[in-house]
């Protein structure tokens, strides 16, 4: 019997335009700590950096899972894209292998849910990990921008793929 590769921790970081949203997960379903850090201002990058360098730290994870931001992942901003690119280097330099999935993998590895937006896709993830339940924002109006939750929601959502690709 084939048995798949266990990590410890594994951190799960998601960047979006207000901040960053992270997941620390002791296994599959297993959330050991989560956040939402909003940034604003000219230093919006420095600051994410500053405190991503500081969850890093804190944790030691096994493993460090982000978005796909390169030019065959997925397209963002350009101050996502190099913070992207920085953290990569700040786990490099922790010795923590790095995994990066694009939204398409993502959307692909829950495609059998028949998850057809990021709303259900929330909702999919707060029926697995209860202590999420409360995270799943309102339904969103055609007018609203996205809830700073969501991200929360993105940062698992990458884990899990990482934990579904190390089970294959």
Request: hydrophobic share 40%.
């Amino acid at each position: 019997m084939r048995r798949a590769a266990r990590h410890a921790l594994a951190l799960s970081i998601y960047l979006n335009t207000r901040g960053f949203a992270f997941v620390v997960f002791e296994g599959h379903f297993s959330p050991f700590d989560w956040g939402i850090r909003e940034m604003r201002g000219p230093r919006k990058r420095k600051g994410c950096l500053t405190r991503i360098t500081q969850i890093l730290d804190r944790y030691a994870p096994d493993v460090l899972v982000i978005q796909d931001t390169t030019a065959q992942g997925t397209q963002r901003a350009r101050w996502i894209t190099t913070l992207n690119a920085s953290i990569q280097v700040l786990a490099k330099d922790r010795d923590v292998p790095v995994f990066a999935y694009s939204r398409d993998q993502v959307r692909s590895a829950f495609e059998r849910y028949e998850c057809p937006n990021k709303r259900s896709l929330a909702e999919l993830i707060a029926k697995h990990i209860p202590a999420f339940e409360r995270y799943v924002p309102p339904p969103r109006k055609p007018w609203m921008s996205e809830d700073r939750r969501m991200g929360l929601f993105d940062a698992a959502a990458l884990a899990l793929v990482f934990f579904q690709s190390i089970d294959k």
